[in-house]
């Protein structure tokens, strides 16, 4: 490129034996100039604008104290980024440096981000942690309480590492109950979506189901840097913790270890084994427990019944002796019956004396007197009586009843002059329906006593026969003719009317 720009010009025309580029060669140019002499390059800085476009791509700056980089990283790259640029981090990108000629700008295309330093995680982590509590994510009220003993526990940890065997032996030990372990990366890029669609996924399943919902998730890693345990930090587990239905204990790393999950779950633990106690109590003292509650309960019983027996015989010593209370009663009714006769013969006494002074005043003419005063009075009700008003009313009614009755016999004699009609319209029907009909048009009936013959063979066979014709009937014996006689009809065989006519 010296050559290019570099070659020194003649003094008349200066510039006038330098090489002419297009702008796209000189694009071109600049590019592969940046890309051969830098190639893959390591960056430190702090991030400033980030903007994700709706095409997926990532568009951030790198800045210091006085100059700013653009930054670059497509959408088939981001998946593959450990930690996901924010405004305000310090971190080191990896990528190489190239140029947009369109626009003559250069800038990084990175496919890696690494934060800057301890610090810088911790700043990150304080500001997102303040960012969920002042959405309420953090507050007391909305966490969930633990069941005293879960059916089912769901565990959210690496299948390989020592923390689901302390806590499977933690639990054999207090209480054993059935595990469900799903399993997850527990550190690099791919721990926190594994975690989150682990959480979401206890909760999608359905109570009492093929594979039941656990009552009781288990989020558990062992120690580690704040490096190893980033992954329980990122915003997506925070969210899946908070939003699961299920009471969540997070048990990532050791007692002073400190994450995000710990802030938004409804327990923290200091250790896995210590989620284990946490989540189910001890079988052998829960049931000396119950034994102790109920030898309790068996010795409240007895001394309650011990007491309410002496309260019993307390009360019982206060009360009078049965003979004591029988014996002013008794004296009563000893008064009282010999009393008694005198009583009854003093109330006959009385009695008929009363009845003597009423009788005295009964006398015949007396009765007389009170009967002819009721026949009187009797007499002058029979007069102040009339029969014109029922009179009047029974003529009434007569008239009705004659109108009635002129109305049945109408209705009655129109009745019996439809069903003439009707029988009349019937018979002709039965006329023209008879067989005797058809005899009149010249057919007959031949018969051999009651059979009725269709054929001429059958007619051949018999001894006798009798032709019906519509003047009368012919008998044949012997081939012989007789002389036609005059008889009631017959009605034809079962059957209507369906045998030999001629």
């Given at each position: 490129?010296s ?25 071109g140019?600049?590019?592969r ?5 830098f190639?893959r390059i390591?960056?430190r ?15 951030y ?12 990283t497509?959408k088939g ?7 996901v ?5 310090e971190?080191v990108v990896?990528?190489r440096?190239?140029?947009?000629g ?7 295309n ?13 700043a ?19 966490k ?14 690496s ?10 032996h933690r639990l ?19 721990c926190?979506?594994?975690v ?5 996924g206890?909760?999608?399943l359905?109570p ?15 120690g580690?840097?704040?490096e190893?345990l ?8 925070a969210?899946?913790?908070a939003a ?9 790393g ?13 327990r ?10 946490l ?11 119950s ?25 019982a010593?206060?009360l009078?002796k ?17 009393r ?8 006959v006494?009385r ?26 009075r ?7 009586l009339?029969l ?8 009434v ?7 009635l ?5 109408a ?10 009609q ?5 018979g ?11 005899l009149?048009?010249?057919y007959?009936v ?6 009725i ?9 018999a001894d006798a026969?009798q ?7 012919l008998?044949?014996e012997?081939?012989a ?5 005059k ?10 009317g ?5």
């Amino acid at each position: 490129m010296s050559d290019l720009f570099d070659d020194p010009a003649p003094a008349d025309r200066p510039g006038q034996n330098a090489p002419e580029f297009t702008v796209s060669e000189i694009s071109g140019e600049v590019k592969r100039t940046l890309e051969g002499t830098f190639g893959r390059i390591r960056v430190r800085g702090e991030v400033g604008r980030v903007f994700k476009a709706r095409s997926g791509h990532l568009y951030y700056d790198i800045k210091d104290d006085r100059s700013v980089l653009a930054c670059t990283t497509w959408k088939g790259q981001i998946s593959g980024l450990s930690v996901v640029p924010e405004e305000g981090l310090e971190v080191v990108v990896t990528g190489r440096l190239t140029a947009f000629g369109a626009q003559s700008k250069y800038n990084m295309n990175v496919d890696e981000v690494a934060v800057a330093g301890q610090g810088a995680l911790m700043a990150l982590l304080e500001k997102r942690k303040k960012q969920l509590e002042a959405e309420g994510l953090f507050a007391p009220e909305r966490k969930k309480a633990l069941p005293y003993l879960p059916q089912i526990i769901g565990v959210v940890t690496s299948p390989s590492g020592a923390v689901i065997r302390d806590i499977l032996h933690r639990l054999r030990d207090r209480f054993p109950r059935k595990v469900l372990v799903w399993p997850v990366a527990v550190q690099g890029q791919n721990c926190a979506p594994e975690v989150a669609r682990a959480i979401e996924g206890f909760n999608r399943l359905t109570p009492g189901g093929a594979l039941p919902r656990p009552d009781l998730i288990i989020v558990a890693r062992g120690g580690g840097s704040i490096e190893d345990l980033w992954g329980f930090n990122e915003e997506i587990v925070a969210r899946a913790a908070a939003a699961s239905q299920i009471p969540l204990i997070s048990a990532v790393g050791h007692e002073t270890d400190t994450t995000l999950i710990d802030f938004v779950s409804d327990r923290r633990a200091p250790t896995p084994t210590a989620a284990a106690e946490l989540a189910v109590p001890v079988r052998l003292e829960l049931m000396a427990w119950s034994e102790n509650q109920g030898a309790r309960l068996t010795r409240a019983a007895g001394q309650a019944v011990q007491l309410r027996r002496q309260r019993l015989n307390d009360l019982a010593r206060a009360l009078p002796k049965p003979d004591t209370l029988l014996e002013t009663p008794r004296q009563r009714l000893d008064r009282i019956s010999d009393r008694l006769p005198g009583a009854l013969i003093s109330g006959v006494q009385r009695r008929r004396v009363h009845l003597s002074e009423t009788a005295a005043s009964l006398r015949p003419a007396t009765l007389r007197q009170l009967v002819e005063g009721r026949r009187n009075r009797l007499q002058n009700l029979s007069s102040r009586l009339s029969l014109r008003p029922i009179q009047r009313e029974m003529a009434v009614q007569k008239d009705a009843l004659g109108r009635l009755a002129q109305r049945l016999d109408a209705a009655q004699a129109a009745r019996i002059d439809r069903q003439r009609q009707a029988l009349t319209a019937t018979g002709r029907q039965l006329e023209i329906l008879s067989y005797k009909a058809t005899l009149e048009r010249g057919y007959a009936v031949v018969r051999s006593g009651d059979e009725i013959l269709t054929t001429r063979a059958a007619a051949a066979k018999a001894d006798a026969l009798q032709i019906e014709f519509a003047d009368g009937t012919l008998d044949l014996e012997g081939g012989a003719a007789q002389a036609p006689k005059k008889e009631a009809p017959k009605p034809p065989a079962e059957g209507g009317g369906q045998g030999s006519l001629f």
